[in-house]
Nanobody, 120 residues
């Protein structure tokens, strides 16, 4: 059983910073991609950032230059450093990972979500 647990969300003023963490646990062989999505009220879930096992990153235009995705492969942990936060960044942030579990094929896993609220 593979599980993703996120932490680090909260309330912050515009211009502030937060760091989200996502820890993958269970019978994991390898993690191919770790990604962060967000969903604001009344909107569809959108991809914010992703990072491969080699450290190659990709960002949505709305967060480029402000957010940084990274990971610690030894700890099966991903991070999303969010700087210069704006009220429009307010959303529930979800961690997603493409994981080879031991004895299984590549599968998609999701965290439970963590609320990020940016006040103006």
């Amino acid at each position: 059983q593979v599980q993703l647990v996120e932490s680090g969300g909260g309330l912050v003023q515009a211009g502030g910073s937060l760091r989200l963490s996502c820890v993958a646990s269970g019978s994991i062989f390898s993690i191919r991609v770790m990604a962060w999505y967000r969903q604001a009220p009344g909107k569809q879930r959108e991809l914010v950032a992703s990072v491969t096992s080699y450290g190659v990153t990709n960002y949505s235009d709305s967060v480029k230059g402000r957010f940084t995705a990274s990971r610690d492969n030894a700890r099966n942990t991903g991070y999303l450093q969010m700087n210069s936060l704006k009220p429009e960044d307010t959303a529930v942030y979800y961690c997603n990972a493409q994981i080879f579990a031991r004895g299984s094929t590549l599968s998609d896993y999701w965290g439970q979500g963590t609320q990020v609220t940016v006040s103006s």
